[in-house]
Nanobody, 125 residues
Framework: QVQLVESGGGLVQAGGSLRLSCAAS????????MGWFRQAPGKEREFVAA????????YYTDSVKGRFTISRDNAKNTVYLQMNSLKPEDTSVYYC??????????????????WGQGTQVTVSS
């Protein structure tokens, strides 16, 4: 079992930055693909970013490319999402996820095995 706890959300003005953290416990995250998803009110959960550590690969949805960066610190068992140039449409609850999923499945939420409780990000215009 892996427990995930997100933090770092909050209220920020458009153009600002936030860094989300996801602290894992139970198992080392080096064995897992780590992902970030988000869900806005009335919308489906959507993929934001993922990191496959042993392959050294990162994945982003088009709307956040160049603005968001996913990274991880395996020694701290923590994954981060640095969010810059935030826009009102980035407002969502952001969820951290972990999974032992196959290549090419990184953007698919049901492929992930473990989820955090979410952290709210609100971007004002």
């Amino acid at each position: 079992q892996v427990q995930l706890v997100e933090s770092g959300g909050g209220l920020v003005q458009a153009g600002g930055s936030l860094r989300l953290s996801c602290a894992a416990s139970g198992r080392t995250i080096s064995n897992y693909v780590m992902g970030w998803f988000r869900q806005a009110p009335g919308k489906e959960r959507e993929f934001v970013a993922a990191h496959r550590w042993y392959a050294g690969r990162t994945y982003y949805t088009d709307s956040v490319k160049g603005r968001f960066t996913i990274s991880r610190d395996n020694a701290k068992n923590t994954v981060y999402l640095q969010m810059n140039s935030l826009k009102p449409e980035d407002t969502s609850v952001y969820y951290c996820a972990a999974g032992t999923l196959g290549s090419g499945r990184e953007t698919t939420d049901y492929e992930y095995d473990y989820w955090g409780q979410g952290t709210q990000v609100t971007v004002s215009s």
